[in-house]
Antibody
């Protein structure tokens, strides 16, 4: 089954760190760029970060630049989002989403496959 | 940064109605626009890409049009399953931005 499954969400205090994972199955993970997108409670979608199929290209939203890092392990078909110095405004459901472009450098397309998301709550 | 503005923010409609949602970009994005549908508690689902291409498996009552800075999503005959929130997204020049969403409610 073609799918993305996020994990690692939870409740953390401001200033703490958290690492999210996104496990892929049913497709050639190492051929696609993958994005993180978040959605604060009751709000719209916000693009967070992207990594190219080979890990060589990365880009972040201004709101998380310098605090979040993105990486992938193609041998494990898994994407990661390391979130440091978390703030209350980072509270959201975090989705991973596949870039529709195959072997694109940099990734530059729409999102054709989404995970169901994992909730991150930053609160004291 | 490219800003995306959707209108209206909320829309009340009845089953069988024709529906149009508009999305405007702050600068030209050619045809690099997608539309997604999201139901409460679920992930977004891709409906339209490249402004007017229908994603595989999406009903033909959904259609998209436009280029440059003005785009529309049309549902030709609203079905009960279509009550949801719709987002446009630009993917131009190694950047991605979503509109604020349009919630389609039952009249």
């Amino acid at each position: 089954q073609v799918q993305l499954v996020e994990s690692g969400g939870g409740v953390v205090q401001p200033g703490m760190s958290l690492r999210l994972s996104c496990a892929a199955s049913g497709f050639t993970f190492n051929s696609y760029g993958i994005h993180w997108v978040r959605q604060a409670p009751g709000k719209g979608l916000e693009w967070v970060a992207v990594i190219s199929y080979d890990g060589s290209r990365k880009k972040f939203a201004d709101s998380v630049e310098g605090r979040f890092t993105i990486s992938r392990d193609n041998s494990k078909n898994t994407l990661y989002l390391q979130m440091n110095s978390l703030r209350p405004e980072d509270t959201a459901v975090y989705f991973c989403a596949r870039d529709a472009g195959l072997y694109q450098l940099p990734p530059n397309w729409y999102f054709d496959l989404w995970g169901r998301g994992t909730l991150v709550t930053v609160s004291s | 940064d490219i800003q995306m503005t959707q209108s209206p923010s909320t829309l009340s409609a009845s089953v069988g109605e024709r529906l149009t949602i508009t999305c405007r970009a702050s600068q030209s994005i050619s045809k690099w626009l997608a539309w997604y549908q999201q139901k409460a508690g679920n992930a977004p689902k891709l409906l339209i890409y490249d402004a007017s291409s229908l994603q595989s498996g999406v009903p033909s009552r959904f259609s998209g049009s436009g280029s440059g800075t003005e785009f529309t999503l049309t549902i030709s005959s609203l079905q009960p399953d279509d009550f949801a929130t719709y987002y446009c997204q630009q993917y131009n020049d190694y950047s991605w931005t979503f509109g604020q969403g349009t919630k389609v409610e039952i009249k």
